[in-house]
């Protein structure tokens, strides 16, 4: 999609904008992810159980990063979207290298929910950019490009902070790539500019007030479905991201770099084949019936559990890596059939307060719960199962997967009522 007349003077070309959202997502991902690569060498100098990593991964993070999202967004639908993300990057960034002078629990417990506070105002204005810059046929699949930044960040976290903790420390690991995150943030906001799609030049839009936004949402059957089973899906998916490093390295024997090798590994070939596919089926599909946006991910998570469970069980992490490859597609697939979804449940001056609405659900409940109860189940589990006992909580969750796969079925048919222009 070439840029407007307008777009041209104001230096927005929407690859540009497109490339620039990716790159700020990847450090999202490389500073919410890299605690999982680092969780070892953390728990052996600071003494922390399974149960308190897995609320430093999960609840201390997401506790105020899903509630601040809703209000940052609806700041960013009324102010400007590229200036919210730009203080949201600085924030984060800073946080996280705050998180490498921690000397004890409560210390990085604080660090981590500033880490929250600052990427609560990153992910729903960049939907909300992407929504004006890419017209509707194209959205899942340009959703799906910016959602690359999930693994191809998680992959980037795992590598460096595998490479940095065991060259120096685990401190120099959350210290580089705060810094890194903080030195992009001035070529972020000269690149990316806001631009509201699609309305006539000098015709201005009522930005719609937050109680009608959230009673919009909450009268469509199909926000709640998608919401529920995104959800579902991300209980999952962040509590196998981040205790998948502990397995290997507990049950398969492999050491810090071997692990970060592996993770990253199947994160970007896994990752990045699952969400362009899901990308490209949502926009095909989804041309012939709405419907399909959701069943899409419905057939994916299914798909997945078998081979995740496999996988887990292996004893081989040669063939744990084949098994995991299928697995980890399916398990990014729903991203852009959803995520374009619900930007058209809405109008558009109202997308990026809708996304938040959704990421409220998703992460308050998917990252919120999941790594916490995967660490609680192995705390749990550790009297009958030994140093096997993280092994059991992955498989035990894995129903988590057919709950989202049956809520997805559901919403197909209500997107096609529910739909917004």
């Keep these: 999609m070439s840029g407007t007349r307008s777009d041209a003077r104001r230096g927005a070309h929407p690859h540009v904008v497109l490339a620039m959202l ?81 000397h004890g ?32 046929h194209r959205r899942a699949f340009a959703l799906s490009i910016y959602s690359l ?74 926000f709640w479905l998608l919401s529920f089973g995104a959800a579902s899906s991300s209980m999952l998916g962040y509590g196998l991201a981040f205790w998948l490093p502990s397995l290997l390295q507990r049950s398969f024997g492999l050491d810090l770099i071997a692990t970060s ?9 896994g990752g990045v084949i699952g969400m362009l596919a899901g990308g490209w089926l949502g926009d095909r599909l989804g041309a012939q019936d709405r419907a399909w946006f959701a069943y899409v991910p419905a057939c994916a998570f299914v798909i997945g559990v078998p ?26 697939v729903w991203l852009g059939p959803i995520l374009s979804a619900v930007q058209h449940l809405v109008g558009p001056a109202s997308r990026a307060t809708a996304a938040a609405l959704f990421l409220l659900i998703n992460n308050l409940i998917g990252l919120g719960g999941g790594i916490y109860a995967l660490g609680a189940l192995s705390d749990a589990l550790t009297p009958v199962y030994g140093a096997e006992a993280l092994r059991y909580s992955m498989l035990y969750a894995l129903g988590l997967y057919g709950l989202a796969a049956l809520l997805m079925a559901l919403a197909g048919p209500r997107l096609r009522r529910d739909w917004h222009g």
């Design 22 to 102: 990716l790159l700020v997502y990847i450090f999202n991902f490389v500073d919410r992810q890299i605690l999982a690569i680092l969780a070892a060498p953390i728990q052996a100098e600071l003494g922390l159980s399974d149960g308190q990593m897995g609320l430093l991964g999960g609840l201390a993070f997401a506790l105020l990063y899903s509630t601040l999202a809703v209000p940052l967004a609806w700041l960013a639908d009324r102010t400007s979207r590229s200036w919210v993300i730009t203080g949201s990057l600085i924030l984060w960034s800073g946080f996280t290298a705050l998180c490498g002078a921690a």
């Design 105 to 136: 629990f409560w210390h990085i417990f604080l660090a981590r929910l500033g880490v929250g506070i600052g990427e609560a105002g990153g992910v729903a204005p960049s939907y909300a950019v992407i929504a004006d810059y890419f017209p509707s």
């Design 149 to 222: 930044g999930i693994p191809l960040g998680s992959a980037a976290g795992v590598l460096a902070g595998g490479y940095i903790a065991a060259s120096v420390d685990w401190r120099a690991a959350f210290v580089a790539v705060g810094c890194a995150g903080i030195l992009i943030a001035p070529l972020f906001k000269l690149l990316v500019r806001d631009r509201r799609e699609p309305i006539a030049a000098g015709v201005s839009v009522e930005v719609p007030r937050f109680g009608t936004v959230a009673a919009t949402l909450a009268a469509k059957p199909s």
């Design 261 to 269: 090798h592996f993770i990253g590994a199947i994160l970007l070939l």
């Design 307 to 332: 081979f995740f469970a496999a996988g887990i069980y292996s004893g081989s992490a040669r063939l744990a890596f084949i098994l995991f490859l299928i697995p980890q597609a399916m398990a990014y």
